[in-house]
């Protein structure tokens, strides 16, 4: 499929999942993502959920890194949309956020990081059997990716689809996807 209709499709499914399926799914994934390998991870990058577009809830993420490996440093980004890239921030508490004109929170206050990020927590509405992944289209994960030397990790509450038809030179493939029911490695 090409990633115009991916778009579609999967926009219009995740707007079917109720509350308490919503809620299901996310701790599905917590789950998952308690599994990885922590070893040498120091510096965690994150987004940070659009709830009412039913991303993953990476609060319970944070929460459990809190509690589980509290050393760990977290990065969150801040989209810049009139030159298309993400500046990143430490991640100071909830009380640090404040939502864009698109609904995204951002960091006010944490500090420019510019270091190493030895994992990424990566958006998607799809991703395919390749480790593809298609987002809102701006491209943004695309360009920070391009030069990232990190584990890049996919977070999906929906499985895998066969193929996206128009992948790109620019289009990242994902080191691993987690997903409610499997981690997928590629
Ligand atoms: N939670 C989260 N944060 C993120 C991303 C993301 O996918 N999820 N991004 C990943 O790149 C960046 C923001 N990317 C965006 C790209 C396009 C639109 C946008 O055009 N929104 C329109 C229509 C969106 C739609 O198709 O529903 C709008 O809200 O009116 C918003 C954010 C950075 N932060
Ligand atoms: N590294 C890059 N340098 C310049 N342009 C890029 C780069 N990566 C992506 N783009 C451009 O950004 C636009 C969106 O790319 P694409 O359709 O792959 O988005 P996406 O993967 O769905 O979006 P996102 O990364 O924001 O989630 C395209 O026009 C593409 O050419």
């Known amino acids: 499929m ?7 499709h999967a926009s219009t499914d995740r707007l079917a999942i109720g509350e ?23 510096t965690i990058h994150l987004f940070l959920p659009i709830a009412e577009k039913r991303e993953p809830n990476t609060f319970l993420i944070i929460e459990w890194l809190a509690e589980n490996h509290p050393d760990i440093k977290i990065i969150v980004p801040k989209a ?7 500046t990143h921030h430490e991640y100071l508490g909830i009380n640090d956020l404040q939502k864009n004109l698109y609904n995204i929170l951002e960091p006010q206050k ?7 990020v030895d994992m990424v927590l990566i958006p998607l509405l799809s991703f395919d059997k390749q480790g593809y992944r298609v987002g809102y289209g701006k491209g943004f994960y695309d360009r920070f990716l391009q030069n990232l030397n990190a584990q890049k990790i996919g977070l999906s509450l929906s499985p895998a689809i066969e193929k ?14 987690i997903t409610p029911a499997a981690t997928i490695t590629f």
């Open 110 to 116: 944490g500090n420019l990081h510019s270091g190493e």
């Open 80 to 86: 810049d949309f009139n030159t298309a890239l993400m």
């Open 164 to 177: 996206i038809d128009d992948v790109n030179t620019h289009d990242i493939r994902l080191d691993l996807c």
């Open 20 to 42: 308490d399926e919503y809620s299901q799914l996310n701790k599905g994934l917590l789950d998952q993502f308690t599994m990885l390998d922590f070893e040498g991870i120091n």
């Open 2 to 8: 090409l990633k115009s209709e991916i778009r579609k």
